[in-house]
Every structure is written in structure tokens, then in C-alpha cells.
């Protein structure tokens, strides 16, 4: 795995493992640890790996400050999003569809596509940033700006991005809130 500053990328299990920035075989594990990165704690269920390269050696889920919500399949929650970029030769104006697997007041980890790999390591520098709009059933759209923290390709043209919201309008937050207590009652188990 490549981390740069916070960001990580594995590439998918099926392909030959190329560092993203370089195009050339990663370290063997010999000599230094990754820029930025630490050493790799266990997989968390349902979302990114942590890493202990934080503030104060915190792991990233220490940092976390509010709970995942998970969503599977039948929840149809999806994501409409677009690239935003001002440097040159970095732009898109695609706007891509993908589905949430968490979400929380904080980001969400989602299923989608990238314009080409070549702009993961952009998007890991925040040097591009993600408009995104996320459809809550019954709820207006949630619109945010996010930074990509966390990548994980599953297939040659599918990842798992991790975004953190950078930006998000008090009314947005608002129906993001509401959105997730929702959920979260609607699909809690209550044992009597």
C-alpha cells in the first residue's frame, strides 16, 4: 500500500502492484516505513484501514469523531459527484454515480470511479477536491465538498474512496443529521 501524507491506495488484488506516483514496483519493506504512513493496524470492518501516522501517533479511528453508519445494498443510498480541479490538464466535467457503504457527519466511504489512476495521487494531495451530492430517500440532496483521504481499488475500474466532508452548508448538515438518526432508528434491533 502507498500512503501519501494521509492518503492511502492499494491497488486491487488482480493486478500487478505498481506504486501509483511512480508507475515502478513498491519497497520491498526494506528501509524506511512509508511518507506520512505508520504502521498498519488491523482493517476495521466496513471501512478503510488505520493507520497510527496521526497527530499524536492516534490512529485515525481514534480520531474519528462520529460513528459510521452502514448501509448495505437494499438501501439504495447513492452518490452523484465531480471532480474539481483548477490546475491544468486536471480537469472533468463528468459528473459519476456511485453507492454509499458508510456514512457519517464527518465523510463516507463509497463505491465508485476514478477519471484514471493517474489522478489518485492528485486527489490524495487535495489538490483536487470532490462536489458531491448525496441522495437520501426522502430527503433533499446532501451537497458537500470533499477531500479524498482513503482509496482501495476492488477492480480495475471500481475503488472504495474514503472523502472527508471539507465543506458542508449548515442546512445540509442538518438534513444529513436528521438523515443518519433515521436510519439508525429505523434500523435498529431492539431486544426485549
Same mark, same amino acid.
Given at each position: 500500500m502507498k500512503t501519501l501524507s494521509r492518503f492511502c491506495y492499494s491497488p486491487p488484488p488482480s493486478q500487478e502492484k505498481?506504486?501509483?506516483?511512480?508507475?515502478?514496483?513498491?519497497?520491498?519493506?526494506?528501509g524506511p516505513p512509508p511518507q506520512g504512513g505508520g504502521k /498498519?493496524?488491523?482493517q476495521q470492518p466496513g471501512g478503510p484501514p488505520a493507520t497510527t501516522g496521526g497527530p499524536g501517533g492516534m490512529s485515525d479511528?481514534?480520531?474519528r469523531r462520529a460513528a459510521r453508519v452502514r448501509f448495505g445494498a437494499g438501501d439504495n443510498l447513492e452518490v452523484r459527484y465531480k471532480f474539481l480541479s483548477k490546475l491544468p490538464g486536471w480537469k472533468s466535467s463528468e459528473v459519476y454515480t456511485g453507492k454509499i457503504i458508510n456514512l457519517s457527519k464527518g465523510g463516507?466511504?463509497?463505491?465508485?470511479?476514478?477519471p484514471d489512476t493517474s489522478w489518485l495521487p492528485k486527489l490524495g494531495e487535495g489538490s483536487?477536491?470532490?462536489?458531491?451530492?448525496?441522495?437520501?430517500?426522502?430527503? /433533499?440532496?446532501?451537497k458537500a465538498l470533499a477531500s479524498l483521504r482513503w482509496t482501495r481499488a476492488t477492480e480495475p475500474q471500481l475503488y472504495e474512496l474514503g472523502v472527508q466532508f471539507e465543506q458542508l452548508e449548515p442546512e445540509?448538515?442538518?438534513?444529513?443529521?436528521?438523515?443518519?438518526i433515521s436510519h439508525q432508528i429505523k434500523t435498529r434491533r431492539i431486544k426485549r
Open positions: 505498481l506504486d501509483p506516483v511512480n508507475g515502478k514496483n513498491p519497497p520491498t519493506g526494506k /498498519k493496524e488491523p479511528s481514534e480520531q463516507a466511504l463509497f463505491m465508485g470511479t476514478v483536487i477536491l470532490l462536489g458531491m451530492n448525496v441522495i437520501a430517500p426522502g430527503y /433533499k440532496p446532501v445540509h448538515r442538518t438534513t444529513l443529521d436528521r438523515f443518519l
